[in-house]
């Protein structure tokens, strides 16, 4: 019941965000210098070819139709056609999110699994030995530009101990599993297909993890601050004073606390992740969303902008809405108020 | 094991002359000097002085509740019903606490777990230290709650802290402290917090459930009149010292020392209306440069110049001492010492 009264009327700020999103792009679009006919038809075309390919986009029509047609287009799932690969963009956007989804979500989990323990163990022996590793780790993910960090791992790994690979979804030679998801590592085991699942394990370790490394250090040093206010709590000296066991005490009864004020900063990460990802895909040569979307701004491809810009938009509402149910799951007060 | 020592020896705690210090940077606190406090099988004992006086400290570390490397024991001995608890390393201590020793804090707002429901924050306890399944365990639970006169327990324990007034997650948490019938239970100022109205209920709650089950209990307060109707002796703590105790009647019939008749004159209970109430000049000592002789003496009307030069030890008969050079033991050893 409370779930509901969460989720409806975010679903219906979504069309007014998606709303808001279209308007925005739009008019940033139109009045950036830069003309996508001239781009197309390149730079010695003529007067009347410019003119055909501008007719031919529609790019001649008053303003405020083009804008209607844009609206009318979008509420039907059709983000208008890339100006570059001549396609939908929409059908190029479900080929490519999920190759980013997937390292997206990969990287979260190792930011994860890695920075909640860190923080927790760095809180607990705090100012000892493994509270200075944690938080020397921490800083440089925190500070280590991620396309530097990725070419020394590809340097590494890659280059010199020839144990990863450095680039791409799947090595060489093996046949990608057929489209089920768009995610690799799901796909092919749902088609039992071992090698490719392997081969994606292999080619996703690295930016994976460079990816996560930044957001690692954020949430460590997150949940160690919210650790180290938890633990001075009277709840936790209650606890103490009843003898429950240290690791009892700590993992049960502090840490479902301190991660409270840390779900707001894993939604953040989710959204630094997607950006993360440009860099990340572009040194990789991951066949993504990020890759797309440099390549579109570089060609001035203005529906493919726009169309992510509102995917993207979409995401972060979603994102928020994830925040706030996991909110209720973790923190009682909210959920049974 | 534990039942056999409780039986052979009348001591819950016994506690002497522990000194205890806090490192800092600017030097050290001495935060307990010489304290000596003992507690009978099944005596109700209160520990009385103004906030900062030790009386926390002193049954925190008893306990092993104060925070590791923070602090240094620089002398004396605790004896909880026969095992050393300063000795025990922290694995023993959780053993301890919770069955031997439980200790009710006081702010019961923030004193339990806000997103465990109340139920599993017991059953967590009992389950600890009781051969206990989960059923038998909550069983255990609503049985207690139900003596702490609390009306729909299993109701209750399906509840969050935040859903119950203050009174009542203080009533759970004196049903956990109770939870595994530990030997002594430690009050830390329970009701400070608590509305007047609540405060006495409260008070009742924990002497007559450890009137019944025979537990000796550790009354912490800077209020002499909540602890004089519960307690059986009273010990008076100033500044980290032990300035005088005895049987409740008598200390608060008869105080002895300037510090405690000063105390007790500060009471509207027991001054007539209209009169002025007292209030004690000056401040407490900085126990990081204590001063010379009694700590009490600057504050103190009666100081001579012995009190300023030597501090005087608790003297006086077995289970009524003061700690004065200007009463009895004391009196007669100030009165050799000047002499010629």
């Known amino acids: ?337 | 094991m534990m039942t056999a020592t409780v039986q052979s020896r009348g001591q819950a705690l016994a506690i002497q002359n522990l000194s205890l210090e806090f490192p800092t940077f600017s030097g050290a606190i001495k935060a307990l000097d010489n304290v000596s406090i003992n507690v009978a099988k099944a005596e109700i004992v209160g520990i009385v002085g103004e906030s900062g006086c030790g009386k926390s400290v002193t049954t925190m570390a008893a306990t092993g509740l104060l925070p590791k490397g923070r602090y240094r024991i620089t002398g004396g001995s605790v004896r909880l019903f026969g095992h050393s608890t300063l000795t025990m390393d922290e694995s023993q201590l959780q053993d301890v606490r919770g069955k031997m020793v439980s200790t009710i804090f006081q702010e019961p707002m923030n004193a339990l777990n806000p997103t465990i429901r109340i139920g599993k924050q017991l059953t967590d306890v009992i389950m600890r230290h009781e051969e206990a399944s989960l059923s038998d365990a909550r069983r255990i639970a609503r049985d207690i709650l139900a003596d702490m006169l609390i009306g729909e327990p299993e109701r209750v324990m399906k509840q969050y802290p935040f859903e119950l007034s203050g009174g009542m997650r203080q009533r759970v948490l004196i049903a956990m402290a109770f939870s595994c019938n530990p030997g002594l239970i430690i009050a830390d100022e329970p009701t400070t917090a608590l509305d007047v109205t609540v405060q006495a209920v409260i008070l009742r709650l924990i002497q007559n459930r450890a009137r019944r089950t025979g537990t000796s209990v550790i009354f912490i307060s800077h209020n002499v009149a909540v602890v004089s109707q519960l307690c059986d002796r009273l010990y008076v703590m100033y500044a980290g010292r032990i300035v005088e105790h005895g049987a409740t009647r008598t200390v608060l019939d008869a105080p002895q020392h300037p510090y405690t008749q000063a105390l007790l004159r500060c009471l509207p209970e027991r001054v007539a209306p209209k009169q002025e109430l007292e209030a004690i000049t000056g401040a407490v000592p900085n126990l990081m440069q204590p001063p010379a002789g009694c700590y009490f003496q600057p504050r103190c009307k009666e100081a001579i110049d012995l009190c300023r030069s030597r501090s005087p030890q608790l003297a006086g008969a077995e289970g009524r001492e003061v700690a004065c050079w200007r009463r009895g033991v004391g009196l007669e050893i100030a009165e050799q010492g000047s002499r010629p």
């Not at chain 1, 003309?35 to 008053?62: C, H, K």
Request: glycine share 8%.
């Open chain 1, 1 to 337: 019941m409370a779930i509901t009264r969460i989720i409806i009327p975010r679903l219906v700020l979504l069309l007014f965000v998606v709303l808001g999103v279209a308007i925005i792009t739009f008019t940033i679009s139109h009045l950036i210098p830069g003309d996508p006919a001239r781009m197309i038809a390149g730079d010695r075309a003529s007067a009347e070819t410019l003119e055909n390919v501008r007719r031919n986009l529609g790019l001649d029509r008053p303003v405020v139709e083009q804008f209607t047609i844009y609206i009318g287009n979008l509420l039907q799932g059709d983000l208008g056609t890339s100006l570059r690969t001549n396609r939908p963009v929409a059908g190029d956007i479900r080929t490519f999110l999920p190759a980013t989804l997937e390292l997206g979500s990969v990287a979260l989990f190792i930011a994860i699994c890695l920075g909640v323990p860190l923080g927790v163990l760095s809180a607990v022996y705090k100012d000892g030995p493994i509270d200075q590793i944690a938080r020397t780790v921490s800083v440089c993910g925190i500070s280590m530009p991620v396309f530097w960090f990725g070419l020394i791992l590809i340097y590494l790994f890659y280059a010199k101990f020839q144990i990863l690979p450095g680039s791409g979804r799947l090595a060489m030679g093996i046949v990608a599993p057929e489209r089920i998801t768009g995610f690799l590592l799901i796909d092919s085991l749902l088609q039992g297909r071992f090698d490719a699942f392997r081969s994606a394990v292999y080619h996703i370790i690295l930016p994976g993890f460079v990816l996560a490394f930044a957001n690692m250090g954020v949430i460590t040093r997150q949940i160690r601050a919210s650790m180290l206010d938890v633990l001075q709590e009277d709840y936790i000296r209650t606890a103490r004073a009843s003898g429950l066991r240290k690791r009892m005490i700590i993992f049960n009864y502090a840490l479902r606390n301190a991660l409270i004020p840390s779900i707001t900063l894993l939604g953040l990460a989710l959204g630094d992740l997607l950006y993360g990802a440009v860099l990340t895909e572009t040194i990789f040569a991951w066949p993504g969303m990020g890759t797309y979307v440099v390549t579109s701004i570089q060609t001035l491809d203005f529906p493919a902008i726009m169309g992510f810009t509102i995917v993207a938009s979409i995401g972060y509402v979603l994102i928020n809405l994830l925040v706030d149910l996991a909110y209720m799951l973790a923190d009682p007060q909210i959920r049974e108020v």
